[in-house]
């Protein structure tokens, strides 16, 4: 089951491990492999990627980075699949996202002998600039009767799935609010109108792709193996530069349904 239906699906940057992910999924659907065990497995693999740079085997670890997103796509499909929708899982997966950047970016550091006000600074970027993905994204699901795991304002732990405990959501909810909550105010203030445009067309989509978190990692494999560690952390930072121009887009050339201004959705 797609996240989007047809005629809004896009071509995803970041989603090209889709295919070997949904051929995981379906190797596991009728076995008892659960969709939070796949996730599992992807921070195995990121921690091992991670090892793999420290101990300069830059192929390895570009190799169980794309493992890592390939699994990262193999745990939505395993879901689906197996038609258990789950915000536990659906939490475990972005807290484990996050926890694994810093420590992508704080291994860079150290492989580098870089700074840690940088290291912050770019480990912030690369937040903003998935938050941005994301906050698009769902905005799109949302208003197209798309995928409904993940709301576009996320304040309150929602109501708990088939075969899940409130208490387990309710307490993977509070941790990824404490990591992920600023960064939505921040991307949520500085567009509030994306909630009342138009489905965005797809080329929009794509475009804002750039910034989901498996093209984010693809690009640090790419300069993991052309040897180009030492400038992981000063680009991320700069790349964030195109968060400017997709706001513009978004604003200024898709607008929004009613024509109201900017800023006043509350």
């Not at 989901?212 to 790349?239: A, E, K, W």
Request: aromatic share 16%; charged share 15%.
């Amino acid at each position: 089951m797609a996240k989007l239906p047809k005629q809004y699906q896009f071509i995803d940057l970041s989603d090209y491990g889709r295919t070997p992910g949904r051929w995981i999924a379906q190797s596991l659907v009728h076995t008892n492999f659960t969709p939070i065990g796949v996730t599992t497995l992807f921070i195995i693999a990121g921690l091992l990627a991670i090892v793999a740079i420290l101990f300069n085997y830059p192929l390895l670890a570009a190799f169980l980075i794309v493992l890592k997103s390939t699994l990262d796509a193999a745990d939505g499909e395993l879901s689906r699949l197996k038609k258990t929708p789950s915000y536990t899982g659906r939490y475990y997966d972005s807290v484990a996202d996050i926890i694994l950047n810093f420590l992508f970016l704080l291994t860079f550091m150290y492989v580098t002998d870089g700074s840690f006000l940088y290291t912050c600074l770019a480990f912030i970027a690369i937040q903003l600039q998935g938050t941005v993905y994301n906050y698009y994204y769902v905005i799109l699901r949302n208003s197209v009767n798309g995928d409904s795991t993940s709301r576009v304002f996320e304040t309150e732990a929602p109501i708990a799935l088939a075969g899940e405990k409130q208490s387990t959501v309710n307490t993977f909810f509070k941790v990824y609010y404490v990591l992920y909550g600023a960064f939505d105010k921040i991307v949520y203030q500085i567009d509030k109108g994306a909630v009342d445009s138009k489905p965005f067309p797809s080329w929009f989509m794509t475009m804002v792709s750039m910034y989901g978190l498996g093209f984010q990692l693809l690009l640090m494999v790419v300069m993991l193996v052309l040897n180009l560690q030492n400038y992981v952390i000063p680009f991320f930072i700069c790349y964030s530069g195109f968060i400017l121009l997709f706001l513009a887009i978004r604003k200024w050339i898709l607008g929004s349904r009613t024509g109201a201004m900017v800023g006043e959705i509350e």
